[in-house]
């Protein structure tokens, strides 16, 4: 059992059955989808997919604050460690490593990623990423992380075969819905849950879009509400 709570853009709170608390790319403050009431109790650990602020906002009070390991790319996990952050656990592209009871997997992401240094300036981030969740009753996940979709999608199907994928539809800084079509394709998940979308205006994709051109690939296209618990 996976307890999911979607806090707005593309940041989520997963919870395992044994009580062990994940965060992926936890945003908080200028997150207008964030919700008001949701209190960040416990945090196991961090995942971060790339380093844009709208993904990396919130990681590093959150590990001071919780103790939380963070896993991120090696260029990440020095950005923060020069910080004070001493709970990182990094990895690249292809690895795995054990997170508690939680299987994690990094994967290819074709994005971009940087950390603003304050001044409007970019610091490098290393590659953009996803992540396979491996969970301890043998079901797996696929973030996504923010990514144009790509054709090694299909290896992950062939690797991992994730059952449920977090896929952004927003469009403009990610694939919109025409390309997660492509994605679904690809994946040959069960279910998606839409990420990156509906957070500003200027995101214009929808998961109604993506229903609507999955619906006859049998896949459940799953639309959270921030702050709603839902299981898996």
Not at 37 to 62: P, T, Y
Not at 171 to 183: N, S, W
Not at 198 to 225: C, H, M, N, S, Y
Request: glycine share 10%; aromatic share 10%; hydrophobic share 40%.
């Amino acid at each position: 059992m996976l307890r999911i709570t979607w806090l707005g853009h593309s940041s989520f709170q997963l919870e395992l059955e044994s009580g062990e608390t994940y965060l992926l790319d936890p945003w908080i403050e200028g997150n207008p989808s964030y919700p008001a009431h949701h209190k960040i109790k416990r945090a196991d650990a961090i995942l971060v997919s790339h380093g844009h602020g709208d993904h990396f906002q919130a990681v590093e009070s959150l590990a001071k604050q919780h103790g939380s390991t963070v896993v991120s790319c090696y260029e990440i996990y020095l950005y923060l460690k020069a910080r004070g952050v001493t709970t990182g656990s990094p990895m690249n592209m292809g690895g795995r490593q054990e997170v508690g009871p939680l299987g994690v997997t990094m994967t290819h992401a074709l994005h971009s990623s940087s950390i603003e240094d304050g001044n409007g300036h970019p610091i490098y981030a290393g590659d953009p990423a996803g992540f396979v969740l491996h969970l301890p009753d043998g079901r797996r996940t696929y973030f996504a992380g923010d990514t144009a979709v790509f054709g090694d999608m299909a290896l992950i199907a062939e690797l991992y075969a994730p059952e449920l994928c977090f896929l952004p539809v927003g469009d403009l800084f990610t694939m919109g819905p025409a390309e997660a079509e492509v994605a679904v394709r690809l994946l040959k998940p069960k279910t998606v849950i839409p990420i990156h979308w509906g957070t500003f205006p200027i995101l214009t994709g929808k998961p109604e879009d993506l229903a609507a051109r999955v619906a006859t690939q049998g896949v459940k296209v799953w639309t959270l509400e921030p702050g709603v618990t839902v299981t898996w």
